[in-house]
């Protein structure tokens, strides 16, 4: 049974641009969550997806954000990037909205 | 939001020895994990222990939910146990998983 997928795992963009990151989760799994992980601040939660519909988010600014799509694949588009947004961005799927969720490798985003 | 220590920070060891993390928490919870991730930065599940204990080959984790902390045990490390380990919780009610700031184990041959 195949993991969570992310791609692209490494991009660079400049300042000003947007990115769309992609997260594939594991089959049947219909939860998918985002973090973003940088040294200063470590794991932060920014949305969770569940059946098409976000059902919580973290406390980032609305140049970031998500969608779930019906087949459950999932993605996070960051508008007019700054360099604070240069982080690793990790994908979760879990079965349902609870439970034990698997990370993707990650999609390293470095902002130049 | 639920708060999340961990501690130490940093633990090094020598190949072969015992360690164990600790993991607090701040409120009840309904979802515990440990990972460890690794060099190229996925988080590896090690354990979904909400409460009870649990054993996986040289790793086991105990999880006092009354007492609100977890712990991880590593027995006879390996240099390949290097890396962060990071417990994450869940509180009820709709809660987003909370990180703790991880424990950087290294494992010296």
């Known amino acids: 049974k195949a993991g969570v997928t992310q791609t692209p795992r490494y991009l660079i963009k400049t300042r000003g641009q947007q990115v769309t990151l992609s997260c594939s989760p594991i089959?049947?799994?219909?939860?998918v969550s985002w973090y973003q992980q940088t040294p200063g601040q470590g794991l932060q939660f920014l949305f969770e997806?569940?059946?098409?519909?976000?059902?919580n988010k973290g406390n980032f600014p609305g140049r970031f954000s998500g969608r779930q799509f019906s087949n459950s694949r999932s993605e996070m588009n960051v508008s007019t990037l700054e360099l604070g947004d240069s982080a690793l961005y990790l994908c979760a799927s879990s079965l349902g909205t609870t439970g034990e969720l698997f990370f993707g490798e990650g999609s390293r985003l470095t902002v130049l | 939001g639920i708060q999340v220590e961990q501690s130490p920070p940093d633990l090094i060891l020598q190949e072969g020895a015992n360690s164990t993390l600790r993991c607090n928490f701040s409120?009840?919870?309904?979802?515990l994990q440990w990972f460890h991730q690794n060099p190229w930065g996925q988080l590896i599940n090690l354990f979904y222990?909400?409460?009870g204990t649990k054993q996986n080959g040289r790793l086991s984790a105990t999880t006092v939910a009354t007492e609100r902390y977890s712990l991880l045990y590593i027995s006879s490390s390996q240099t390949t146990d290097s890396g962060v380990y990071f417990c994450?919780?869940?509180?009820?009610?709709?809660?987003?998983?909370?990180f703790g700031t991880g424990t950087r184990l290294t494992i010296i041959p």
């Open positions: 994450a919780v869940e509180g009820f009610g709709n809660e987003k998983l909370t």
């Open positions: 222990i909400p409460s």
């Open positions: 409120d009840s919870v309904n979802n």
């Open positions: 089959s049947g799994h219909r939860s």
């Open positions: 997806y569940f059946s098409e519909t976000q059902r």
